[in-house]
Structures are given as C-alpha cells and as structure tokens.
C-alpha cells in the first residue's frame, strides 16, 4: 500500500502513476515538504487534481514543470503564494492556459523581473488585463514585436512612462500611442521624446506640457534623425571605411548628418552632442571610428573599477520620478557630494529627472549635464555595466548610472568649465568633491554660500518654496548627535536639505547615507555646533528645452507668422505678453487659427496690429476666448475680420464687449446677434409717463354788494390730433433680366518645371539644385449666362429638426438652413449625418460650417467636388488632424484651392496614401513637395530618386566638422579624500571649495 504522507520517497514510476484521488489524499504538511525532484514528476493531470489548499502549501510552485504548469487552473493561480511570483521563469508562465493567466494579480505579474518579461509570448501579452500589464515593472522590457500588438486600453491605463525609449514608443500602433494618457506624455525622457518618428512627435505635443514639448521642439527638425538610425548609418558607414581611412565623401555625409541632428535652431540635441564628442576628422581609421561610435554611442568606455555590476535588466526608476528620492543611498564610494546633490534635485524638482537621464531601449542610457551654464548641455551615453559598490540601486539604477556618467562625462573634457579637469576614467575620482560644482553640473545653475543657519533661512526657505533652486549642506567640521545618540551632522559629510518645517523654525537634513537618515535642526540649533559647514544654494536656471530656452535670443520685431505657427502649442502658450506686443504686422496678419486658439487671453489682449488679424484667424477663435476678449479688442479688428465671426461667437461676447462696441462693428454684430445679445446691442429707452393735467378747481360766486362781472368761462383743452397712419410701402419692381455675360476664354496654366535630381556621380559633382515648381495660374471659367428667372413661389420654411432626427436630416434640409442656424448645430449631432447627405452639401453649407464642425462630419471623402473647394484653409487643417483625412483620395486633393492645400500640416501631407500622392495634379504636386518627407518624396516625383549610399554621399557646401567640446581654463580643483557608507558609518571627509 502507497503511504501518501511521504510522497518523497516514492519512485519516479510509483509518484506519476498516483490518481487524481491519491493526489488529493497527500496531507498538506506532505506537499509542503515535497523537494524539488517530485516536484518535477508531478503531471498536469495530478496539478489539476489540487485544492486550492494544497496549491497554496507548495512552497516552490516554480519548480513545477511547464508541462504540469497547463494543469493549473484560474482558481488555482490565484491561489499561488505571493513570494513565488518573483521565482517562475518564462516558459512556466507561458505554460499557464489563457484563463489561468489572467488569473494571475497584478502584483504577481510585478514580480516578474526583466528575463522572464521578455521571454513571454506576443499571445500572453495580448491576453493582459489592463491592470496586469500596468503592473510590468518597466515597459522597455516587453518585446518589440509584442509591442506592435497592444492595445489602446492597456496603454492608457500604464502610468509608469519615465524610463520607456523611443524605439518602443515608435513601435506602438498610432492608436495605441494616442492612448497614453497626457500624464504619461508629461513622464517620458528627453532621449525618447526626441527620437519619436513625425507621426507619434505630432500626436505627443497635442499633451505635452511646457517641459517636454520643449524637449521634442528641441530635437532636429527631420524626425527621422535620430539616435537609432544615426547610430546604424554610422556602423554602416564603419563597416565600408577603406584602408586609407575616412574619405572626403564619408567625411562630408558625416557632417551634413551632424547638421541635420541638430535642432531647428541650431541647438545641441542629444544625437548632435554625441556626433559632434567623436572628433571625427578626415583619412580617420576604421579601428578609430568605430572605438567613437562605441564610446559615445554605446557607453562602453566604462571607468576602471574594483568590480562591476549590470544594472540593465533593473528598472531605471522604481515607481515614477516622483518617488526617485526616496531610495537614493551612498554606495562605498566616496561621493557624498554627488548624491547629495543627486538627492536634493530629486526631492525638490523630479522632473528635472526626464532630462537628466533617459533609456535607450538596448540597454544604453542618455546621460545630460552642464557644462558652465545653462546654455551648454552636454551629452553621453553610458551602457549597464557599473561598479558593483557604488549608490544603491533599491531606487532603480538610475543614481549608479549617473556616477558612472559623471566620471566618463569629466574624463573626456566635458565638464571642465565646473572645474573638473584632468580627471582620469576611474571611479576612484568620485572620492571626495565639491557640491556646488555637481550642482552645477546638474542644474547649469550657480550658487550662493551661507556659512550660518540664522543667514540662510531666508534663501532657502524661498529656494524650496517656489521651486527656483536646490539646497546641500557641507559640513566641514561639525559633528553631532541627538538626545537619543542618532547620527545627525557629520565632519567632512554633504548633506541634502529637503524642506523646510515652518512652524517649527527648522531646517530638514538629509543625509546620502539613507532615506532614514533624516532629521531637523533650527539655526539656532545649527550655529550652536561647534566647527564650520556651508549652505549652497543653486538657482536653478531655465530647463533645457523650456519655453524661455527656446525663445532665448529671439528677435520677435522679426519673427515670421510660420515660425509662430510652427511651435507647439505648449510653446505659444508660454509666449510672453511682452514678446508678443512686438510683432509686426505682417506676422500678425499671418497668425493662424490654430495659432490663435493656443493663446491665452492676455496673448490676445497683447497682440499689436489687431486691423491685421485675418479673417479665418479671428473666425477660428474659441468660444471660451470670445467670451473674454474686450470691446478695445473688437473695435481693432478691421470690418472684414469681425464680420467674419460666426453667429456663436457673436452670441457668447460678454455684455460690456458688446456695449463697447464702435458703430461699425456695433452694426455687424447686430446683424448675427440672437435675440437676447440684440437687445444689449440696442436697450430700448422706457417713454416717461406724460403727468395729466390737474382740473380747474371752479369759481364759488360771490354775492357783492355791488354786482360783479361774471367769469369768462376757461376754453376747453383741444383734443390730440390722432398719429396719420403710414403709407404702405409701395412694392419693389422686379429686377430686370442681367444681360448673359460673354464666357471668358480660359488662361492656359503655366506648366511647372519638375525638379532636377541630383545624380550621384563617381567623382563628387556639384549636384543641380532642384528648381522650386512655378505655380499653376488658376484657370479662369467660363461664367454660366444668366437667364431671366420666373419668379420664385414662397418656399414653406423646413421645421427645426430636433436632436433625435439628426440621423434622418436630408441634404436638402440641411442646405435650406441659415448660416446662424448652421453654425449653431452641434459638433457632436454632425457625426449622426449619413453618408447620402454629406455627399450632397452644399458649398454654402460647408463655408457655414466652424473649423470643429467640418472635423465632425462622417464619411468627409464623399463631399462633392464643389463642396471641396469651398473648404477654408483652417478648416482643412482641423480635417487633416483627424481619422477621416487618411481616406481622401487625389480627386478630391486636387478640388482643394491653392491656399487650402498649401496649409495642409507638412506631418498631414506624409499621412497620404501613395495612391492619392501620385494622383495629385502639377500644381498640388508642387505644393506636397515643400512638406513631404523622404518617404513621401518618392511618390510625388515622375522617377524614382536614385538611392545614395548611407552616410556617404557628397553634398553641396559640407559643413565643417563640429569638434568636441573647447577646452576651459578653470582653476584647477582641490582634492581631498572623501568617503562613502559603512557598516559603522565612519566619517568622511569633504572637499571645500575654497
């Protein structure tokens, strides 16, 4: 007979042939002792057979085989100890069924580390439940090909966005990105907002935040420079480099590449510091070029250590920047006043995290600092292979990431200008340091000193409270310990401050050592340590990529309307009142719609040269912003624009704007105001009461003596004249017949010259520059002669048709409608329109319609040729936004007038299909030309462009080669030894910065 409390000592042959009953039988305290051989005999059939009681008795569920896993079911899995998470491999949880899967919490799913995330099939990804996908632990470390499948609701439900690269941004659906949250816009890094393509960096700024739009308005103007794809147009181009090293022709593709990564306005991006460190010259050795591509593209220029760890299957950041601070701890390195500094910055601006430091997506890392100031940010790169004793990584690796980046960042001459000079490649330079010059390095900010708590209140207290700056403390000599005998101030130690206690009068210390090493001291309490320390606080300058980096030297009496209409939205929105007030006129009249849209209601109010405001700007405006604009604002519009305010804006401008008004605009407005808006326009003035006459009060006669005169008697009041009644209006004659106008003979249209091609020659010839197409005149048409009309019976007018009838509503009906009425439909009962009534709308009806409304309407693709023309540039703009632009098709292009196609959004142009690209007309083809990407170019021209060799064909003008960064003549440091944490806390010394 089988004893089943001892199923470990039962054969191989005697354990599998046990029945589901057996199994059930085996006492719970037998299971839990089960060792992993017999853990290994168990079937699918035996784990299916379990109580949930018995499931939860294995004590090591990961050593069950994949095999046995399949027999698990969703009772069962959720059964399965918590610890046990963190232990199963890939193929145990790819063992699991769909159902048993879903079956395992989130928290379990967050357990899984790097190697087991990356080796789950693209099935059990789809099969995710929204929060179990949100539980991964770091989003990089799903597949690519996994990626690509997504959902939008996983997406929108993950909050954690920090440490995600762009290559796995790029890999998501356009619907997938679009989901993410503008929260998790506002939580990507600099790298991989930089490296998005042209679809997912237009759909980014529409959420971005001042911050991070800047971070993408800094990146190269061509999306398809970036990071990945320099990185592999560089090995190519190492891979054909010849005996005789770097040619002219390679050396000038390097340097027109370098042009190209640089931002807009020839700003350092993180690609074009990177090229520009490598010191890439002429007849340079393929052994040489490629040892730069590896150093500064792939961090393998690792600083000598005594030992080293991997950090990159670690998550960057354990939980969102927000929460950076918290695990930050010193390592055995002597760097106190690195992480101090790392651990101020963290606690008081975490954002400033997303431009510190960013993933790469293969296992490399963007590092930023400062070189001086803020106006020189220099970059690195920096692989997962760190010293194994530097700051802890309980907060994700991203402060040990930072160490190793600051010794490669001081050894190669980068930082020279915050007085680092001479350093060797070795982590041994981090013992001992300045803050204030990490600070610096950090921040591109400078500091002031204050050597006594009583003189320092005031600077710091202000620094923490509005987030100007942030705040260290060295302690050169003081030393102490509370009234229980905890550590507080140490000699030669660095020490964060984090706050301020206000009602308590004290200053809030921490120190590198830990996140429990935090206590309070009041100046009074701190001067009265005996021996010397330093506050320094740093001012922290504008961001890299902020708003007023951005604008830094711009001259705004110049400024174009496309450069305006180019920023983000973040960006105008950010445009300061006093830049605005001035623009020209001509920049002015050049606003658009959109433009406007962004602006905030002091930007309007701003805004100089109002009478060249045009038309479809100011129509565009929003209904919140007619509400708040004023009567001075309105009367500066020239006639034509304010006439060009639909009847909804007129009816949502506040009563003292529309009292206000000059008569002009007073009489335009009237003309579109409902019924309550006309009676501000023109209050009606109450008749006064006419006062009736008071009756003569009659004469009592007197009996005289003598007899008197007899009264005369009054005269009676004549009565009113009654009002003659108005003559009846004689009626109008009829108008007699127009004469038919003789038809017009139609120009010819200028056939545009196609651009000349540059060819590729063996020997470096000057390429022909394409010459800009010449824009086709629009053919005159012939006019219809005007035949004389019968005159026209009284239509009935069509009865309002309620929102419940939308789906129902004819063209005919729709066509009938007023402009008012037209422009007081809402956006969202267009939707319901059916496709046989868009497809016959009127050119009227849709010149009626606002730039939201037209984005609203189904089945776009199917309005009639004259419909299309009648389209007004913004209103084309706000279709091309939406899903229904990607379905027109080149007819209905080729309707589009000039100036409505010429707006089109050069990222909208790169949207459309081949089919509709090559069906385009000369002139609309021109247009496209302007705005296509290389992709797209290939479609508009009449041959296919000759493919050049990556990285190395000859161009016109090669840029000369950016070197790396200049050397500074700084003072030369002073180095003492520092020290780093023990077991018993030994104390440090600091450097003083004197």
């Known amino acids: 007979m089988i004893d089943l409390t001892k199923p470990n000592a039962l054969s191989q042959a005697a354990f599998t042939a046990l029945t589901p009953d057996q199994i059930q039988q085996i006492p719970?305290?037998?299971?839990?002792?089960?060792?992993?051989?017999?853990?290994?005999?168990?079937?699918?059939?035996?784990?299916?057979?379990?109580?949930?009681?018995?499931?939860?008795?294995?004590?090591?569920?990961?050593?069950?085989?994949?095999?046995?896993?399949?027999?698990?079911?969703?009772?069962?899995?959720?059964?399965?100890?918590?610890?046990?998470w963190g232990q199963v491999s890939s193929a145990w949880m790819n063992g699991l069924t769909t159902d048993a899967f879903a079956a395992v919490p989130a928290a379990g799913i967050g357990s899984l580390g790097a190697a087991v995330i990356r080796g789950l099939s693209d099935a059990d990804f789809q099969a995710m439940t929204a929060a179990q996908f949100a539980a991964i632990a770091d989003n990089d470390w799903i597949p690519l090909s996994a990626v690509a499948k997504l959902r939008p609701d996983q997406v929108q439900t993950t909050t954690d966005w920090d440490s995600t690269s762009a290559r796995w941004l790029n890999a998501?659906?356009?619907?997938?990105?679009?989901?993410?949250?503008?929260?998790?816009?506002?939580?990507?890094?600099?790298?991989?907002?930089?490296?998005?393509?042209?679809?997912?960096?237009?759909?980014?700024?529409?959420?971005?935040?001042?911050?991070?739009?800047?971070?993408?308005?800094?990146?190269?103007?061509?999306?398809?420079?970036?990071?990945?794809?320099?990185?592999?147009?560089?090995?190519?181009?190492?891979?054909?480099?010849?005996?005789?090293?770097?040619?002219?022709?390679?050396?000038?593709?390097?340097?027109?590449?370098?042009?190209?990564?640089?931002?807009?306005?020839?700003?350092?991006?993180?690609?074009?510091?990177?090229?520009?460190?490598?010191?890439?010259?002429?007849?340079?050795?393929?052994?040489?070029?490629?040892?730069?591509?590896?150093?500064?593209?792939?961090?393998?220029?690792?600083?000598?250590?005594?030992?080293?760890?991997?950090?990159?299957?670690?998550?960057?950041?354990?939980?969102?920047?927000?929460?950076?601070?918290?695990?930050?701890?010193?390592?055995?390195?002597?760097?106190?006043?690195?992480?101090?500094?790392?651990?101020?910055?963290?606690?008081?601006?975490?954002?400033?995290?997303?431009?510190?430091?960013?993933?790469?997506?293969?296992?490399?890392?963007?590092?930023?600092?400062?070189?001086?100031?803020?106006?020189?940010?220099?970059?690195?790169?920096?692989?997962?292979?760190?010293?194994?004793?530097?700051?802890?990584?309980?907060?994700?690796?991203?402060?040990?990431?930072?160490?190793?980046a600051f010794v490669e960042a001081c050894s190669s001459g980068l930082l020279q200008a915050d007085g680092y000079t001479n350093w060797k490649n070795d982590m041994g330079q981090l013992d001992g340091g300045v803050p204030a010059w990490a600070m610096m390095a950090l921040t591109g900010g400078t500091s002031q000193k204050f050597t006594s708590g009583a003189s320092a209140w005031d600077a710091v207290k202000a620094a923490l409270e509005d987030g100007s700056g942030i705040v260290t403390y060295g302690s050169y000599s003081k030393a102490s310990k509370d009234s229980q005998g905890n550590t507080q101030m140490v000699s030669g130690h660095a020490f964060a401050i984090v706050g301020v206690d206000e009602a308590n009068h004290k200053y809030i210390f921490r120190n590198p050592w830990g996140s429990n090493y935090v206590f309070e001291l009041s100046p009074d309490e701190l001067d009265a340590i005996s021996g010397n320390g330093e506050f320094m606080v740093m001012e922290s300058p504008i961001e890299y990529g902020s708003a007023a980096a951005h604008f830094a030297g711009t001259d705004w009496t110049t400024v174009s309307a496309d450069w305006i209409n180019g920023q983000s939205a973040a960006m105008i929105a950010a445009i300061p009142t006093t830049a605005l007030k001035q623009l020209c006129g001509s920049t002015v009249n050049g606003l658009s719609a959109s433009t406007l849209q962004d602006m905030s209601t002091d930007q309007l109010l701003s805004l100089p040269h109002l009478d060249q405001l045009s038309s479809s700007a100011v129509a565009g405006l929003l209904a919140a912003q007619y509400k708040t604009l004023t009567a001075d604002w309105y009367n500066g519009l020239s006639p034509e624009a304010f006439a060009a305010i639909p009847a909804s804006g007129i009816n949502q401008m506040s009563k003292e704007a529309l009292q206000g008004l000059d008569k002009?605009?007073?009489?335009?407005?009237?003309?579109?105001?409902?019924?309550?808006?006309?009676?501000?326009?023109?209050?009606?003035?109450?008749?006064?009461?006419?006062?009736?006459?008071?009756?003569?009060?009659?004469?009592?006669?007197?009996?005289?003596?003598?007899?008197?005169?007899?009264?005369?008697?009054?005269?009676?009041?004549?009565?009113?004249?009654?009002?003659?009644?108005?003559?009846?209006?004689?009626?109008?004659?009829?108008?007699?017949?127009?004469?038919?106008?003789?038809?017009?003979?139609?120009?010819?249209?200028?056939?545009?010259?196609?651009?000349?091609?540059?060819?590729?020659?063996?020997?470096?010839?000057?390429p022909v520059i394409p010459v800009t197409p010449v824009f086709p005149v629009n053919p005159v048409f012939p006019v219809n002669p005007v035949f004389p009309v019968n005159p026209v019976t009284p239509v009935t007018p069509v009865t309002p048709v309620t929102p419940a009838d939308w789906s129902r509503m004819t063209a005919a009906q729709m066509n009938a409608m007023s402009a008012q009425a037209l422009a007081s439909v809402a956006p969202e009962d267009l939707q319901k329109l059916p496709v046989d009534t868009i497809k016959g709308l009127s050119a009227t009806t849709i010149t009626a319609l606002s730039d939201k409304q037209v984005a609203q309407l189904p089945a776009i693709e199917t309005l009639s040729a004259s419909a299309v023309a009648a389209l007004r540039p913004n209103q084309v703009v706000a279709i091309s936004a939406t899903a229904n632009w990607s379905k027109v098709d080149a007819k209905w292009l080729n309707a589009l007038s000039f100036s409505a196609f010429a707006s089109v959004p050069s990222g909208a142009i790169n949207h459309l299909s081949s089919a509709a690209l090559q069906g385009l007309d000369t002139a609309h083809r021109g247009i496209a030309l302007m705005s296509a990407d290389a992709a797209h170019i290939g479609y508009l021209l009449p041959t296919p462009m000759p493919t050049p060799a990556p990285m190395s064909t000859p161009t016109i003008g090669a840029a000369p080669l950016v070197q790396a960064m200049a050397s500074f003549n700084v003072p030369t440091s002073v180095t003492t030894s520092g020290h780093g944490t023990s077991s018993a806390n030994s104390p440090f010394t600091l450097v003083k910065a004197h």
């Open 28 to 84: 719970i305290a037998s299971l839990a002792s089960l060792d992993q051989t017999h853990y290994g005999y168990l079937t699918s059939g035996q784990v299916a057979a379990m109580s949930a009681a018995q499931i939860t008795a294995l004590k090591h569920p990961e050593w069950l085989t994949p095999a046995a896993v399949g027999g698990l079911s969703a009772q069962q899995v959720s059964s399965i100890a918590s610890t046990a």
């Open 664 to 766: 002009t605009h007073h009489d335009l407005a009237l003309k579109l105001a409902d019924p309550t808006h006309a009676a501000i326009l023109n209050p009606k003035t109450p008749v006064a009461p006419v006062t009736p006459v008071t009756p003569v009060t009659p004469v009592t006669p007197v009996t005289p003596v003598t007899p008197v005169t007899p009264v005369t008697p009054v005269t009676p009041v004549t009565p009113v004249t009654p009002v003659t009644p108005v003559t009846p209006v004689t009626p109008v004659t009829p108008v007699t017949p127009v004469t038919p106008v003789t038809p017009v003979t139609p120009v010819t249209p200028v056939i545009p010259v196609i651009p000349v091609i540059p060819v590729t020659p063996v020997i470096p010839v000057t």
């Open 172 to 404: 998501l659906s356009p619907e997938a990105f679009a989901a993410i949250p503008a929260a998790g816009i506002n939580q990507m890094s600099l790298a991989a907002l930089q490296g998005l393509d042209a679809t997912r960096r237009a759909i980014a700024l529409k959420s971005a935040d001042e911050m991070h739009a800047g971070y993408i308005d800094m990146a190269s103007k061509d999306a398809s420079v970036n990071y990945d794809s320099v990185l592999a147009n560089l090995q190519l181009m190492c891979s054909n480099i010849g005996s005789g090293g770097l040619s002219a022709a390679q050396f000038d593709a390097f340097n027109n590449t370098l042009a190209a990564a640089k931002g807009t306005s020839g700003n350092p991006t993180y690609v074009s510091s990177l090229m520009g460190s490598m010191g890439v010259q002429l007849n340079m050795s393929a052994d040489a070029f490629n040892q730069a591509v590896c150093k500064w593209f792939l961090g393998t220029n690792n600083p000598t250590a005594k030992g080293y760890a991997d950090v990159s299957d670690s998550a960057l950041f354990n939980g969102s920047v927000q929460q950076a601070a918290v695990g930050v701890a010193q390592g055995q390195i002597g760097d106190c006043w690195l992480i101090s500094s790392l651990e101020a910055l963290a606690a008081t601006a975490p954002e400033r995290l997303n431009g510190l430091i960013s993933a790469n997506g293969n296992g490399t890392y963007a590092v930023k600092f400062y070189n001086g100031s803020a106006d020189k940010p220099v970059f690195v790169t920096v692989d997962g292979k760190v010293a194994n004793y530097g700051a802890s990584t309980s907060a994700g690796g991203w402060a040990r990431l930072i160490e190793d």
